[in-house]
């Protein structure tokens, strides 16, 4: 069966700085990927997906995740971070084979600090 | 996108009770999905609700404990029944337009249960 693991459950740094939150899937069949944002107290908000073609996707709010098929990884980076994004990140998979059913990692927690 | 509101948005119930959980969006959409968020944990799907036939369950979730509705293509219920408080959770449904499947999943703001 499919599995997201999402490394690190909480990442702090300071605004401004980079930020990089790990995502690995468990297939190595063909997948969607996605990541989602939850903001505190909101719903799930889609930031990004890939479905095919090039490797590097961009997003939402400057974010962009690159997907290494060879590594099952889906890993979403932000060269420079502010407050605004303090939230909880969640990478999902989909199998192409699927209805939709999306598989969701454990979430990681990221707090931008000034 | 689409607009989903949920109802209730937070409640306090006690063990042995039931609650009604109501999923509502401004458009039709092909497929509808329950999710469950416990504490600290990720989002596991409970079930697709069909329309005008019984909602398909994942392992671990059953029909008795979780009973759900489709009557439309908008609306949604998911009922969480005989409560005990290993069902404390967020409750989130999610939304896939019939023509974007089956790629984009929105999602609602979530009823957040608590149960004592």
């Known amino acids: 069966a499919q599995s997201v693991t999402q490394l690190d459950s909480q990442v702090p740094v300071f605004e401004e700085a980079p930020v990089e939150l790990r995502c690995n899937y468990s297939?190595?069949?063909?997948?969607?990927l996605f990541w989602y944002v939850q903001y505190p107290n909101q719903g799930l908000q889609l930031l990004l997906k890939y479905l095919s073609g090039s490797t590097l996707v961009k997003g939402i709010n400057g974010f962009e995740a690159e997907f290494n098929k060879s590594q099952t990884s889906f890993h979403l980076r932000k060269p420079s971070v502010h407050i605004s994004d303090t939230a909880e990140y969640f990478c999902?998979?989909?199998?192409?084979?699927?209805?939709?059913?999306?598989?969701f990692g454990k979430g990681t927690k990221l707090s931008v600090k000034p | 996108s689409a607009v989903i509101s949920q109802k209730p948005s937070r409640d306090i119930c006690q063990r042995g009770t039931s609650l009604t959980i109501q999923c509502q969006v401004d458009s039709q959409v092909t497929m509808m999905f329950w999710y469950r968020q416990q504490p600290g944990q990720s989002l596991t799907l409970i079930a697709t609700a069909n329309q005008g036939s019984e909602a398909t369950y994942e392992s671990g979730f059953v029909i008795d404990k979780f009973p759900i509705s489709r009557p439309n293509l908008t609306f949604s219920t998911l009922t969480v029944s005989n409560m005990s408080p290993e069902d404390s959770s967020i409750y989130l449904c999610?939304?896939?337009?019939?023509?974007?499947?089956?790629?984009?999943?929105?999602f609602g703001p979530g009823t957040r249960l608590t149960v004592t």
């Open positions: 999610s939304v896939v337009h019939r023509d974007r499947f089956p790629y984009e999943q929105y």
């Open positions: 297939s190595s069949v063909s997948v969607y």
């Open positions: 999902a998979v989909s199998d192409r084979g699927s209805q939709g059913n999306l598989i």
